[in-house]
């Protein structure tokens, strides 16, 4: 035989899509040349195979290899294909049983001495070849994050050796198994840790049961940052199919995706130096960035006036339609990115205004530059704007009255957003334009209450949506069938950076 052939997977953006890798002998000056290959990585490929079928004591072909990854037209990087190179020249030169590799894929990067290497992506691969009803063999690295795909046949390799023996029917691999737990919300630190600040808590309660984007503005030490790390611990878990679709991203991300945090929904909590690239994804075989990486989860962004106003404005599309694009020269890509925005920032420079002490000393002009630095459109699309006081200090005594735990305010979460999914499949947050007039109906008395809030406020019709979402989600909290008046009053007044007595003054 002197020709094989052996299926592999690429990597473009979420997807894993088929790859032919064609090895055929011809006499003439031994050589081994790889085409289909644009990238030098993969050129390296031709050393580490050679190596390793060297040092797996298989004999090297002395002929004129030529290798063709098809279709040519796809991106491909990285050392995957060591492995179904290396096998496909085997089994061109009779070592391993050629009928074998027909309904089998490969992955994994070899070392010199025949090892196999971890690689990234790998999950997306496992779900593909799974759906194509082939049998999949990941080096052993990767064996706990290829089990999620969990209705395949995935087979873990330590070495080529052993590929080879369980490809001729002599010793069959072990199976990748799923053997973790996940982490339980006790795990998280505790809501009873925040004093005070009864506003914030409640504000933080309504934004985990509807799943609403969420900006803290108080001075500094007041207890934002502290809040906002204490909303992991109030989400309920996520199910199978959206613990699936963040391990997928995290895989595809290069970071790989840590097995115990399998149905934990992501906290992603970037720095405000982050780029833009960083935040929405990009780079060459576009990976996906921070909005991505929080799919199904929160992204916290800490000191949100110190960001970038650019890095901030490309913000704006997925909050809106949760889904990022990405377009390069080489093509489009899409990534999910339906994540809960979580925000904190001080009210100025200073970080006091507004305090009671009045200690702040930024001129208006100041205080105005500082806001602008978040543009009306991102505001717009925050539900809840809390103001964080500074706290009495007589909350911070030691036999002070203490909050509720997060567990207490996770069963009332948990509650809440089961009526949210009986009644539309989704959480509040989420709901389209029509399910939010089918499913926030105001009874005349609030609707014209909503509409005066509108003309006082200068509400958008986007933040008019919002409002009634949020009111949809207190309603739940309460287990209550209609929106009631209370439930209105209390959304209308998450929106404090609407509201003109919280301006500065011109
Ligand atoms: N409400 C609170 N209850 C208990 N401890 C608090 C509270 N607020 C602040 N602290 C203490 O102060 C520390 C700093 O709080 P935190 O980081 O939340 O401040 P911040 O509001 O984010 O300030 P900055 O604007 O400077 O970022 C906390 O680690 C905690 O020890
Ligand atoms: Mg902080």
């Not at 002929?63 to 085997?90: Q, S, W, Y």
């Not at 991505?292 to 970038?308: I, K, M, R, T, Y």
């Not at 006082?456 to 309603?475: F, N």
């Amino acid at each position: 035989m002197t020709l094989a052939l052996a299926h592999s997977r690429a990597r473009t953006g979420v997807l894993a899509p088929a790859v032919r890798v064609e090895v055929y002998l011809a006499p003439g000056l031994p050589a081994l040349n790889i085409v289909g290959l644009p990238e030098a990585a993969v050129r390296e490929s031709r050393d580490r195979v050679r190596a390793a079928i060297h040092c797996a004591q298989f004999e090297f072909p002395n002929r004129r290899i030529t290798v063709n990854l098809a279709p040519a037209d796809l991106p491909k990087h990285g050392g995957r294909f060591d492995l179904p190179i290396a096998i496909g020249i085997l089994a061109a030169n009779g070592v391993v049983d050629v009928q074998s590799l027909a309904r089998v894929e490969l992955l994994g990067e070899l070392s010199l001495t025949g090892e196999l290497r971890p690689i990234d992506a790998v999950l997306p691969a496992a779900l593909a070849a799974t759906h194509a009803g082939h049998a999949l063999i990941v080096p052993a690295g990767n064996g706990d994050e290829a089990a999620l795909a969990c209705a395949g046949e995935i087979f873990v390799a330590r070495t080529l050796l052993e590929v080879v023996a369980h490809l001729n029917g002599e010793k069959t691999l072990p199976r990748a198994v799923r053997n973790f737990d996940s982490i339980l919300p006790a795990l998280y630190a505790d809501l009873a840790d925040v004093r005070g600040q009864l506003q914030a808590r409640r504000a933080l309660e309504v934004a985990a049961a509807g799943a609403h984007h969420l900006i803290f503005i108080g001075p500094p030490g007041c207890g934002k940052t502290l809040l906002a790390s204490r909303l992991p611990g109030l989400l309920p878990e996520a199910d199978e199919a959206e613990a699936l679709e963040c391990a997928v991203l995290a895989s595809v991300s290069g970071q790989g995706f840590d097995v115990s945090r399998w149905r934990v929904r992501p906290f992603r909590s970037p720095h405000h130096t982050a780029s833009a690239i960083a935040l929405v994804g990009g780079g060459t075989g576009p990976r996906p960035g921070e909005v991505s990486l929080a799919h199904h989860g929160v992204l916290f962004l800490d000191e949100l006036a110190e960001w970038g106003r650019h890095a901030l404005e490309v913000l704006r599309q997925p909050l809106e339609s949760g889904i990022v694009t990405i377009s390069r020269a080489a093509g489009t890509c899409e990534f999910p990115a339906r994540f809960q925005l979580v925000a904190a920032m001080n009210p100025c420079p200073c970080g006091w205004a507004g305090d009671p002490s009045g200690r702040c000393r930024c001129t208006m002009e100041v205080v105005l530059r500082y806001r602008a630095r978040l543009s009306g459109p991102l505001l717009d699309r925050i539900d809840l704007q809390v103001n964080v006081p500074r706290l009495a200090p007589h909350e911070m005594r030691g036999d002070a009255p203490r909050g509720e735990s997060t567990l207490a305010v996770r069963a009332r979460v948990l509650a809440a957003r089961e009526r949210q999914h009986a009644r539309c499949g989704k959480s509040n947050s989420f709901m389209r334009q029509d399910e939010t007039e089918q499913f926030c109906r105001l009874r005349d008395r609030d609707q014209a209450m909503l509409e005066r809030a509108m003309a006082a406020l200068q509400l958008s019709a986007r933040a008019t949506q919002r409002i009634l979402r949020v009111a949809r989600t207190i309603a739940d909290l309460e287990g209550s069938d209609g929106i009631g008046t209370t439930h209105l009053t209390e959304a209308i007044g998450y929106r404090q950076l609407d509201r003109d007595e919280l301006r500065p003054a011109a």
